[in-house]
């Protein structure tokens, strides 16, 4: 109590809306929601994914080879190297025919000349991920209008179709942008149920095809909770009207929870229809030391009993990973004095009365202090010192990119457990890198990132499959939030048994079974090549 | 505020943790939770439903002649006629071979001479659903002990495996009795995030397979979003582990939502992972009256705004449902005086401060009641108010029961249009029939129960199809919570498309070839008979 009240940092600032401005960094949380479609094309000739490489190590020089090649000098310089993988080059899978000037033709007919792209500067963009690792080699971009029109790019079906103010469900486009519809939902008083960093570009549809994560996951639950229903064109251009706007439908299978997350693998999400909770205005945003994990572990289910009902979000970064933000991103400093803090802390809390929340958050940070949870903190004034918390937590990826070389995981393990992977693999590494851990420790998820000066195979054989074997191990996930894609669609097996996995198959040979949407993803290629 | 001041009903009570004990009602809400494992047989004999009747009035008197046949006499009278439909007798799949001493035998070899019960009164209590209206005509019922073991029968897997203070993670088999996992999540400071009248008898296996609903699904969401893991056995002894403990896991399909709700009909449910909220002890319930059903729905959108994050139920019942309530159940009172209100709306609140909710739900109170949308309401003083408060809403369906014939549609409309149905229902049957409706309100499921004073075909005829073409028409759902089972398999037609009940068909054929999982349940007869 006393320390409490010598730290003079815990203020009180009326929260005005900074709900949805709080955050507008362009680092997405989620690398695949633009990503996430595949394509249907009803005369079996895919134009996408002709030798993807999920050698990263390959991928790198040959992409800068190609961008040379393409003659295209603006080319992105590949610092960083992503979460890897020693799996081989992509095989076309040759039962695939290749573009003629005929199919081309046929697209115009279909979708008018304007909505047949083949610049190759536009194509570029529409082949490259948002870390700039993979590339596609396809050499035409089709944007549909409307669901009868469709594949893959569905960026022109953007239109909110309806809202329904007393319920508070949504039904749109697959291509509203996430925060367009933040933006909507504002002014009838509701929320979007999740929220990411990429909400700027990011797509509705690819949001469900990835079952993205994001902020707002422990307060209001995955996608697999929100969605009430999709529209989704199969492979064989079937349209599954699956358009439910009702909370509760016990009419049969549940067939859309296949299409959420299953990467566009199965179909292509057209429509998405939401439940979305009644904006709260009153947001407060804290930022704490512990000196501990363990401390980090009981000040969350302290908070989970004291905060209840407005604890909004729970995120967690140690101290090299404080470092690493200060040191490289411009504007951050840490709202605590210098110390040495081991862990720090960022809670959240969204309630609909502002005296209320604000009284409850100050008594629990009290309570906390006393009880020696937190050795420090500081209670956002306003709404610009709210953002500059986020910041430091949301700002880590782009960080991480200025610093050199980094190995990315994305991981679920036991929140007990979390952190003795980092301290593993800080052993395990010594000086050769710096392995910084941050995430949504409310969820159980950890970002664990492995910084070094330049890529380097032999880190990455320390590395994996040490990581996915310990995650397994602890029956973890090896894939929180950011789906398989190509990179893990071979490391499934660390966190699903073999007849699992092989369901997975059939369904996808039921739904696809020439295995045109979005080819080499998801599945280990095992199975898709016998396809 | 003038009849806020006057009407001295609105008293406070200490709410002391009454929130697991508030109901005892033995009336289950949701009537299959018992009912929904079908049976893997690795020998392919399945040992039931060998001729189920999805013609009730058929149903009836055939069972009362059987009941007599078997000598047992303590029979239950079937005063009430349920929801009824016209489909014929179910005919007994040809391929399915018959129960043999040999099988007999087996099964005393795996499970044990007492696991194997032939008992005719325990039969006919496994034979019989909760409402007594369809009587299987099962020889054997097999009490497996453990996954190995499985199948039917899973009561004897009651043991809790795990649970995570931290993460609020619980790991059980599919036996557990749903009260008795609210009863040790009471002592570990949690709750299950779903709560029903039958939760004294239904099991956890039995909630996941019919995705059951209730009374927390308006705050906590439906199963889909809450069961974190399953472990399943095929129709061919196949254990499936998807017995996850995570958060978030986005490696590959999410198959464990196929299992949720399909009524055993794709594979049995043994063990359950499930993410539990943290208990919050500020409980208040309101039983309030409102002029029309345009108030109620605008009373919910205030509710939703205004008392947000504490919102944890809005039930709705009419002055009929009232009127039956109050003359069919003992010890039922209306806590408002004699008057002339149409409505009734019941709000419960939950929170961790009880100060803070308190004031909250008064001031939310006074503000309907100055705007007009509340004309009178009552404040449970303490628990046993708050308990007489539930017990109106809950006493519902045996009040139905005792009141004489019923026929009972449990439907899923958007709240705007919901009503409609109701005064529609009232003008077409005129005098022959009292219409009822209340319901989850907060969630737009209507429990529309026709009362009589005994069963009528030329009722029913006036009822269906007109009731599920009513629903289809305003794209509802015939089967919000209850599931479809044997008497609505071949209506599944009103509320999804005929590719998508293919669809089904196919993952249904995929995952039990033989159709030996909960035969003619959910699947409609055309497809269940072509397989």
Known sequence: MQNWGR???????????????????????????????GLANHRDSPLYSESEKSNLHTCFHSLRDKVVETGIRSAIRFQHRGFGSDATKIQRNPLFSTL???????????????????????????NTDWMHKYRGSSKLLLQ????????????????????????????????????NLITFLDTQGYIMPLDLGAKGSSQIGGNVSTNAGGLRLVRYGSLHGNVLGLEVVLANGDVLDMLGTLRKDNTGYDLKHLFIGSEGSLGIVTKVSILTPPKLSAVNVAFLACKDYFSCQKLLVEAKWKLGEILS???????????????????????????????????????????YSK??????????????????????????????????????????MKAGAVYKYDLSLPIENMYNLVEEMRIRLGESATVVAYGHLGDGNLHLNISTPQYEDKILAQIEP???????????????????GLMKANEIFYSKPTNVVHLMGSIKKALDPKGILNPYKVLPHSLSSSS
Chains 1, 2 share one sequence.
Not at 112 to 126: H, P, S
Not at 149 to 175: H, R, T
Not at 327 to 354: A, Q
């Open 7 to 37: 730290t003079r940092r815990f203020l009180i600032y009326p929260a005005v809306n900074f709900l949805n401005n709080r955050r507008s960094n362009p680092i997405a949380a989620n690398p695949v929601f633009n990503s996430a479609f």
């Open 100 to 126: 003629n000037s005929e199919d081309i033709s046929y697209f115009k007919g279909v979708l008018g000349e304007k909505n047949v792209i083949q610049d190759e500067e536009r194509l570029l963009t529409a």
């Open 144 to 179: 549909p209008r409307s669901t009868e029109e469709v594949v893959i790019n569905v960026s022109l079906m953007n239109n909110i179709i309806s809202f329904d103010k007393v319920s508070g469900i949504l039904v749109c486009e697959a291509g509203c942008i996430l925060e």
């Open 313 to 355: 979000a729970f995120e967690f970064l140690d101290n090299l990973a404080m470092d690493l933000v200060l040191n490289h991103l411009e504007g951050v400093r840490n709202p605590l004095p210098p110390s040495l803090h081991s862990f720090y802390v960022l809670i959240e809390t969204t309630g609909s009365d502002e005296a």
């Open 359 to 400: 009284e409850k958050l100050e008594a629990f940070l009290l309570h906390a202090m006393g009880a020696g949870l937190i050795t420090d903190g500081a209670l956002a004034q306003d709404i610009n010192q709210a953002s500059s918390f986020w910041l430091i937590r949301e700002g880590l990826p782009e960080a991480l």
């Open 466 to 484: 040490y990581v996915y074997e310990w995650t397994s191990k602890h029956r973890g996930s090896i894939s929180a939030e950011h789906g398989l």
